[in-house]
């Protein structure tokens, strides 16, 4: 779901073993384990085994060499995001497949998680084999459909939401907030790649640099729960939606930019669990609201969408895979029911630490294997 630029000559439907490790050499070792390409990641540097690529599927072995937690980028022009690895903690290795068409890329490591990440240029060049698996082409068929399914609730709860606060019915907005960012939670690795698009609806207050402008949903949650009023915030709402629209007129786009590719869509569901671990487990996701388990439970189905459209195709090429992740989302889920109240869930600043801990430990149980999807989808 981090997804490839058509500009690029991106790989739309690469998904067999074909598309391989990049045909001449892009997977090769140079530094890596078990043929990925290493990068080496530290406080102040982020080395890349190598700078040059054959097109098709390439495998990264990111190690955090540093002290302090780390996320990586793969970014095409214009900072359109391909795909992420977020949460690498210091003295951890982790593995990240990618699908890339010809083109000038760029691999970003963000020691603190923070800012736009130590580059390295990286280029990809050729044509890679385009043999195509039939269960794939028709998952990634289903799953652009569920992506404009998602939108689209959401732009309609939204304008529901947007029409209580605008009334100045805070009881009532209070209601449809939580409701109108579940399409949104879905599909936010999608909804992220538009790099310009994702700030301007989902920032946090804590996210925002100085003097940069603050729109979205978060603006109107503080709106809510913390002055208690709408007044004179009214034109974020309509601001809120026409952002939204326009992400549903770029995902309805007869050329999808960024396009999603069968790795894009594993990597993403890999993304969804971190953003849980990232913002919902912590809190920090809902600051005003509390509403963060609703934005989890989302978050959970969207990779778990992901995963039912691939599973066959994983359980012919990795059954002990299948086994661990069906283990590990019924027993994330199996957690969140433990919360549930009414249409909803409770209060997260209601869940007690132990309580928290034990959801993010079946959070990172699930996360594990999840890491693993994309690979094996096109392996």
Same mark, same amino acid.
């Given at each position: 779901m981090r997804l490839v630029p058509a500009a690029a000559a991106v790989l739309s *439907?690469? *998904?067999? #073993?074909a598309c391989g490790d990049g045909g001449g050499g892009g997977g090769a070792g140079a530094g890596g384990a078990g043929g990925a390409v290493a990068i080496k990641a530290s406080d102040d540097r982020c080395e890349v085994g190598k700078h040059d690529f054959a097109a098709g599927t390439l495998r990264f072995r990111v190690a955090n060499e540093g002290r302090k937690v780390t996320e990586v980028y793969v970014y095409a022009p214009g900072d359109k995001i391909i795909t992420e690895r977020e949460n690498i903690g210091p003295g951890q290795a982790v593995e990240l497949t990618v699908q890339l068409g010809a083109g000038n890329y760029q691999i970003a490591c963000k020691p603190g998680m923070v800012g736009n990440g130590i580059r390295q240029d990286i280029t990809v060049t050729g044509q890679a084999d385009h043999a195509t698996d039939p269960r794939l082409s028709s998952a990634l068929a289903a799953y652009k459909t569920y992506v404009v399914q998602?939108?689209? #609730?959401?732009?309609a709860a939204t304008r529901t939401f947007a029409d209580a606060f605008k009334k100045g019915d805070v009881e009532a907005a209070k209601r449809l907030y939580a409701p109108s960012r579940i399409g949104w939670e879905r599909i936010e690795p999608v909804a992220e790649s538009f790099g310009d698009l994702?700030?301007? *609806?989902d920032a946090r207050e804590a996210d925002l640099k100085p003097g940069? /402008?603050?729109?979205?949903?978060?603006?109107?949650? /503080? #709106?809510?729960? /913390?002055?208690?009023?709408t007044k004179g915030q009214e034109p974020y709402a309509d601001q809120l939606l026409k952002d939204l629209n326009e992400l549903r007129a770029r995902v309805t786009a007869a050329q999808l930019d960024p396009p999603?590719?069968?790795a894009s869509m594993a990597n993403g569901a890999k993304e969804l669990l971190d953003e849980v671990a990232t913002g919902k487990v912590t809190g920090e996701e809902e600051a005003f609201s509390h509403t963060d388990l609703v934005d989890f439970k989302a978050n959970v189905d969207g990779a778990k969408k992901v995963y039912e459209l691939v599973k066959a195709v994983v359980q012919e090429k990795d059954p002990a895979l299948v086994e661990q992740l069906d283990a590990g989302f #019924?027993? *994330?889920?199996? @957690? @969140?029911? /433990?919360?549930q109240k009414g249409d909803g869930y409770v209060p997260y600043d209601t869940v007690g630490k132990a309580q928290r801990k034990e959801l993010a430990d079946g959070v990172n149980t699930l996360g594990e294997p999840l890491s693993k999807l994309a690979a094996a989808v096109v392996r």
């Open positions: *439907v690469c *998904v067999l #073993a998602q939108t689209d #609730a959401t732009i994702d700030p301007r *609806v940069e /402008k603050w729109t979205g949903w978060h603006r109107l949650e /503080k #709106a809510l729960w /913390k002055t208690g009023s999603i590719t069968p #019924a027993r *994330v889920e199996g @957690l @969140l029911r /433990k919360y």
